[in-house]
T-cell receptor, first 114, second 112 residues
Framework: GDSVTQMEGPVTLSEEAFLTINCTYT??????LFWYVQYPGEGLQLLLK?????DKGSNKGFEATYRKETTSFHLEKGSVQVSDSAVYFC?????????????FGKGTRLSVIA | DVKVTQSSRYLVKRTGEKVFLECVQD?????MFWYRQDPGLGLRLIYF???????EKGDIPEGYSVSREKKERFSLILESASTNQTSMYLC???????????FGPGTRLLVL
């Protein structure tokens, strides 16, 4: 079945450091790929997405590029802030209808210290 | 803005109790989902529903049931709560044929 593997945390960075959170997937066909973020005490919210190969999703300074050849969707940010401290989930949705459940990775906790 | 409301933020129950977790949306979204979130395991899908009175099992349905009598409300039921059901429960909604899911704030359930 479909699956998502993301790097285990926790990840601790100093403010203004460069962030990469790795995500690889296994899926049949051409899934859509997502990054969700969960701030402390809250539910998940969509951070960015990409629906086809070579697409780049971006939001709030975060970026991720859909790489079909390496089945990856790594999350990057050039300069993290304390307010970026959260849990980040990589996810995929397979099928053509957009009407199938998301498959999530296990999440990566990021802590940014001033 | 899409709003997903979960009936409680924190809940403490005894083993063997029947527990109802409610999720309510304020828009006309067809698809609704229940997940549980546990450290090191991420989010796991319990049940989902594509329409009123319809339900589909997710990856871990054992020990749970659901009810969707109205489009805006999707209930998760623990018929006889057990300590291994202590978890964070997240509800999500999705418009038919749209890919983005919107999540509620979660209910942290403790079963003693």
């Amino acid at each position: 079945g479909d699956s998502v593997t993301q790097m285990e945390g926790p990840v601790t960075l100093s403010e203004e450091a460069f962030l990469t959170i790795n995500c690889t997937y296994t899926a049949t066909g051409y899934p859509s790929l997502f990054w969700y973020v969960q701030y402390p005490g809250e539910g998940l919210q969509l951070l960015l997405k990409a629906t086809k190969a070579d697409d780049k999703g971006s939001n709030k300074g975060f970026e991720a590029t859909y790489r079909k050849e390496t089945t990856s969707f790594h999350l990057e940010k050039g300069s993290v802030q304390v307010s970026d401290s959260a849990v980040y989930f990589c996810a995929l949705m397979s099928g053509d209808s957009g009407n199938t459940p998301l498959v999530f990775g296990k999440g990566t906790r990021l802590s940014v210290i001033a | 803005d899409v709003k997903v409301t979960q009936s409680s933020r924190y809940l403490v129950k005894r083993t063997g109790e029947k527990v109802f977790l409610e999720c309510v949306q304020d828009m006309d979204h067809e698809n609704m989902f229940w997940y549980r979130q546990d450290p090191g395991l991420g989010l796991r899908l319990i049940y989902f529903s594509y329409d009123v009175k319809m339900k589909e099992k997710g990856d871990i349905p054992e020990g749970y049931s659901v009810s969707r009598e109205k489009k805006e409300r999707f209930s998760l039921i623990l018929e006889s709560a057990s300590t291994n059901q202590t978890s964070m429960y997240l509800c999500a909604i999705q418009t038919l044929y749209q890919e983005t899911q919107y999540f509620g704030p979660g209910t942290r359930l403790l079963v003693l």
